[in-house]
């Protein structure tokens, strides 16, 4: 019988490279940052407010209308909604109550915005709500977990996460690539195509929570998924930079200044929720080769 062939080189870079990605230091990593990122979009529209209280106030009152004289209250509660929620992640404390405000704040600007009618401003929120969702249904690996005789309790908050992280992880993994449609304009057709199908594979892995080599190891079957989203969060991220950085060059009053710092801002938020993705794993609830 024929010995068996020595993995490729390229095969046995890329276990290796699986392996760094998916190892305990990894996680860690990938959660700290993760959780600071996700506050990125919240910090730039809270100091907006302190610091440009003109302009946010009026656009405001056009908001509101007829209840524009409820401007300042408005602003000042969704401000400090989301420094107060953002404060509290940058400390890693009450993570959970920081993730659900901040979530319940972006539910605020969907109504306040009409953006139920404008799909890719849209999409930008329900990702972050995504990225806040897998936060809420996560452990964080740099703690032990405490209270090991409260098995209930235990138990009924896993069953709860299962579901975060269902959720969380489908909205983090399809939703990329409406957003890179949507940057179309802004890179050629090549870079285009390349990113997207890019995306739309890693990005259909991350949110079936998919691996194709199942066993009995649990930890082996969520490589898949934490690989995935670690390329996923890296794409999005170059994306980012190539396509709205320039708003630091732009002139004040360039039109199209606020635009990009907006979409930068709140894109470095959904690849903060991706790699909480990548920290967590798939979760219990996932297409896997044993399940087919």
Not at 132 to 138: D, H, K, S, T, Y
Request: net charge positive; hydrophobic share 45%; aromatic share 10%.
């Amino acid at each position: 019988m024929a010995a068996p062939s020595a993995p490729s080189g390229g095969s046995s870079l890329l276990s290796n490279l699986t392996k760094v990605i998916v190892s305990k230091q990894a996680q860690k990593l990938q959660y700290s940052v993760g959780m600071r990122m996700l506050t990125c979009t919240f910090l730039d529209d809270g100091l907006r407010v302190i610091f440009d209280y003109s302009n946010q106030s009026d656009y405001m009152a056009g908001q509101l209308r007829w209840f524009s004289m409820l401007s300042p209250l408005v602003l000042l509660l969704m401000c400090s909604a989301q420094l107060g929620g953002s404060a509290f992640l940058w400390l890693n404390k009450r993570t959970n109550t920081a993730a659900y405000i901040l979530a319940g704040v972006v539910g605020v600007q969907v109504l306040l915005y009409t953006s139920l009618f404008d799909f890719h401003f849209f999409a930008r929120n329900v990702g972050v709500i995504g990225g806040l969702l897998v936060l809420a249904g996560a452990d964080d690996p740099t703690k032990q977990r405490r209270s090991l005789t409260m098995m209930d309790t235990i138990k009924g908050k896993d069953d709860k996460q299962k579901y975060l992280l269902l959720a969380g992880r489908v909205l983090t993994g399809f939703l990329p690539l409406t957003i890179v449609l949507k940057e179309r304009a802004y890179m050629n057709s090549v870079i285009f195509a390349m990113l997207a199908i890019a995306t739309c594979g890693l990005g259909a892995l991350v949110a079936t929570g998919f691996n194709p080599h199942s066993g009995a190891d649990e930890a082996a079957d969520h490589e898949t998924t934490q690989a995935a989203a670690v390329g996923l969060a890296v794409l999005m991220l170059l994306e980012t930079m190539y396509a709205h950085i320039g708003w630091i060059t732009l002139d004040h009053g360039h039109w199209e200044k606020d635009l990009h710092r907006y979409y930068f801002f709140q894109l470095l938020s959904v690849v903060g929720g991706i790699l909480l993705v990548a920290s967590r794993g798939p979760g219990s609830i996932n297409l896997s080769a044993k399940k087919l």
